[in-house]
């Protein structure tokens, strides 16, 4: 919940400074103006939101993010110019939901009303946001497939039809966590660490979130507690090693889990206490590509929605009029181009 109210006060602070965005206008869509301004904000409020996933922004990033923002903003305008001519209103029960979900966020109202005041909003504002977005995702909605879950079938067609692609070997790769052992420490102590590992699995574990994502927690949590000095910078991450080349205790430890499950802590070398998740399994077998797979499928399936949405939007275009009027805040692919 904590990423989900962080990009949507990203999202609602960059929408407030829109309301009083100045300079000229870089683009018009059906006679409503989109300043260099309102550009240059959604673009510097999406790079924020990279930065706060720990994401660096090169000079060639920020173009591309400039792009972005230029079609998000013209998408806004051709969606809202659509749902004024279909004369559609927002549920106010969906609405009051919405926010009373969002409200939640916050320790009190009075947090909540700061938070606003800090984009120079209302408490109208933030309802007519809210009131877009939903009219918004409503009417996509109708017209665009949203992104389904891959189903079994269609996991195991894939695997049938790429399983020739892959490499068959003992490899494989993972998340190691280790805590040093101290000289002369005792068995308790080191019984602690062993305990201290596991709740960390049980948290990662309770989590109810996909594999990829599963995986992505604990390389994070690996950065943040692992005492490896390598850990800070790859989290952890061991990529495709025969097992047995780190040892007995190491290999007796991975060598069954299935891709996904991570092992009991166990001491290694006699210097250090590791917990290790499987991430990649080459046995050729479907169970251990199948994470991939699904991670594949949504991809395909992300982007047949964008195309989708983009034919859409292109569609709208031909109904209300986009001007670019500067080139530099004219993308490659322009809605409407």
Do not use: C
């Given at each position: 919940?904590?990423?989900?109210?962080?990009?949507?006060?990203?999202?609602?602070?960059?929408?407030?400074?829109?309301?009083?965005?100045?300079?000229?206008?870089?683009?018009?869509?059906?006679?409503?103006?989109?300043?260099?301004?309102?550009?240059?904000?959604?673009?510097?409020?999406?790079?924020?939101?990279?930065?706060?996933?720990?994401?660096?922004?090169?000079?060639?990033?920020?173009?591309?993010?400039?792009?972005?923002?230029?079609?998000?903003?013209?998408?806004?305008?051709?969606?809202?110019?659509?749902?004024?001519?279909?004369?559609?209103?927002?549920?106010?029960k969906k609405?009051?939901?919405?926010?009373?979900?969002f409200k939640?966020?916050?320790?009190?109202?009075?947090?909540?009303?700061?938070?606003?005041?800090?984009?120079?909003?209302?408490?109208?504002?933030?309802?007519?946001?809210?009131?877009?977005?939903?009219?918004?995702?409503?009417?996509?909605?109708?017209?665009?497939?949203?992104?389904?879950?891959?189903?079994?079938?269609?996991?195991?067609?894939?695997?049938?039809?790429?399983?020739?692609?892959?490499?068959?070997?003992?490899?494989?790769?993972?998340?190691?966590?280790?805590l040093n052992?101290?000289?002369?420490?005792?068995?308790?102590?080191?019984?602690?660490?062993?305990?201290?590992?596991?709740?960390?699995?049980?948290?990662?574990?309770?989590?109810?979130?996909?594999?990829?994502?599963?995986?992505?927690?604990?390389?994070?949590?690996?950065?943040?507690?692992?005492?490896?000095?390598?850990?800070?910078?790859?989290?952890?991450?061991?990529?495709?090693?025969?097992?047995?080349?780190?040892?007995?205790?190491?290999?007796?430890?991975?060598?069954?889990?299935?891709?996904?499950?991570?092992?009991?802590?166990?001491?290694?070398?006699?210097?250090?206490?590791?917990?290790?998740?499987?991430?990649?399994?080459?046995?050729?077998?479907?169970?251990?590509?199948?994470?991939?797979?699904?991670?594949?499928?949504?991809?395909?399936?992300?982007?047949?929605?964008?195309?989708?949405?983009?034919?859409?939007?292109?569609?709208?275009?031909?109904?209300?009029?986009?001007?670019?009027?500067?080139?530099?805040?004219?993308?490659?692919?322009?809605?409407?181009?």
């Amino acid at each position: 919940m904590k990423i989900i109210s962080l990009v949507f006060l990203f999202a609602f602070s960059a929408y407030a400074q829109l309301l009083s965005g100045g300079n000229f206008d870089v683009i018009r869509v059906n006679n409503v103006g989109i300043s260099q301004g309102k550009v240059d904000s959604v673009a510097n409020t999406l790079k924020q939101l990279a930065q706060a996933q720990g994401q660096s922004v090169s000079a060639d990033g920020m173009i591309q993010l400039r792009w972005i923002a230029v079609n998000q903003l013209v998408g806004q305008e051709l969606v809202k110019a659509e749902i004024t001519k279909q004369g559609l209103k927002a549920d106010a029960k969906k609405v009051d939901s919405l926010i009373a979900v969002f409200k939640k966020q916050f320790p009190n109202e009075a947090a909540f009303k700061q938070e606003l005041k800090k984009t120079g909003s209302t408490d109208a504002d933030f309802r007519k946001y809210i009131e877009t977005q939903l009219l918004a995702d409503q009417l996509l909605e109708k017209k665009i497939q949203g992104s389904k879950e891959p189903t079994a079938k269609e996991k195991k067609d894939y695997w049938e039809k790429h399983k020739n692609e892959a490499i068959v070997s003992d490899t494989i790769g993972g998340i190691k966590i280790v805590l040093n052992i101290a000289k002369g420490e005792n068995a308790q102590a080191i019984q602690d660490k062993k305990d201290l590992l596991k709740g960390y699995a049980a948290q990662a574990r309770m989590a109810k979130v996909s594999l990829m994502a599963l995986m992505e927690q604990f390389a994070m949590m690996a950065a943040r507690i692992s005492e490896d000095p390598n850990a800070k910078k790859d989290g952890g991450i061991m990529k495709k090693f025969l097992p047995k080349t780190q040892g007995n205790e190491f290999a007796n430890a991975a060598k069954n889990l299935k891709v996904g499950q991570i092992s009991e802590p166990f001491v290694q070398d006699g210097n250090k206490v590791v917990m290790f998740m499987l991430t990649e399994k080459n046995d050729g077998k479907f169970e251990s590509y199948e994470h991939e797979i699904d991670y594949i499928l949504r991809l395909e399936a992300e982007r047949s929605r964008q195309i989708a949405t983009k034919n859409y939007l292109d569609q709208l275009a031909k109904s209300y009029k986009v001007q670019y009027l500067n080139k530099d805040y004219t993308p490659p692919e322009a809605i409407g181009q």
